[in-house]
């Protein structure tokens, strides 16, 4: 069973930072390398950073260096760090297995989401 809660979502003005959690109170944290994920409006959800089980991380381009994830074993959470934000990361955040979308779709492998409205 999949149970994935994120939280720490708002609104900040650009250049502000968040810092999203996400807990894992289901069976997929253990077994899997995580990922966070983001849907704009009017726009397919899209993958944005990812961690396995041995902390190694990778990021899509538009947030390297600004974004930064991590997974605390012991808390089954994974966070994403998210500094010097831009309007165009205004989106809901998921985080999830880091798997395939449409996989992650068929399974029904999501939370709730967090929105991060970030204003200029």
């Known amino acids: 069973q999949v149970q994935l809660v994120e939280s720490g979502g708002g609104l900040v003005q650009a250049g502000g930072s968040l810092r999203l959690s996400c807990v894992d109170s289901?069976?997929?944290?253990?077994?899997?390398?995580m990922a966070w994920y983001r849907q704009a409006p009017g726009k397919q959800r899209e993958w944005v950073a990812g961690v396995t089980n041995t902390g190694r991380t990778n990021y899509v381009d538009f947030v390297k260096g600004r974004f930064t994830i991590s997974r605390d074993s012991a808390k089954d959470t994974v966070y994403l760090q998210m500094n010097s934000l831009k309007p165009e990361d205004t989106a809901v955040y998921y985080c999830?297995?880091?798997?395939?979308?449409?996989?992650?779709?068929?399974?029904?492998?999501w939370g709730q989401g967090t929105q991060v409205t970030v204003s200029s």
């Open positions: 289901g069976s997929i944290f253990h077994a899997n390398a």
């Open positions: 999830s297995a880091d798997l395939p979308i449409a996989t992650l779709d068929m399974y029904g492998y």
